[in-house]
Every structure is written in C-alpha cells, then in structure tokens.
C-alpha cells in the first residue's frame, strides 16, 4: 500500500466478529480514488478479490482524499469440532 498511497503509517487489525475473521489495513496516504478501487484490470485488487471470494469471504477497499485508504477482507470462521 505505501508504494502506491505515499502512506507514512499503516494500521493493521485482525477481529474475529461471529463466524468471520475481518483484516482491515488503513493508511494515511493520499486515498485511492473510487474509479481506481473499482478498476477490475488492478492486478493485485482483482488477486486479493478473487482470493478472498474463493473462501467465501469478501474484500472491499474505500478511500478518502487526504485521509487515506482502507482494505477490509472478511473470512468465514469455523472452530474446528474437538475429537
């Protein structure tokens, strides 16, 4: 994220909310712009995506000019039955 939002901090969360796991990632960059969170040729938005859905999760990205960017990737949680 540092390379593209000229962020100077980033911080990272990792809650588990229910039955999910949510990572969130904010920076203090410049903000991604809503055209290029929604940019389906992005590469790593599109690898993180797919990712992310492939578990059944889902992954969004917002920005605010000035306020940097937020990614928040969700993941089902499933405790694993004790045998």
Do not use: C, Y
């Not at 000229?6 to 991604?32: F, K, P, Y």
């Amino acid at each position: 994220m540092a390379r593209h939002s000229r962020a100077s901090r980033v911080a990272v969360t990792l809650d588990r909310l229910d039955s999910e796991l949510v990572l969130e990632v904010h920076d203090d960059g410049v903000g991604i712009a809503l055209a290029d969170a929604a940019n389906v040729r992005s590469i790593g938005l599109a690898g993180m995506r797919e990712r992310a859905q492939l578990v059944g999760g889902g992954f969004s990205i917002s920005g605010v000019a000035g306020d940097g960017t937020t990614v928040r990737v969700r993941i089902p949680w499933r405790e694993k039955a004790l045998a």
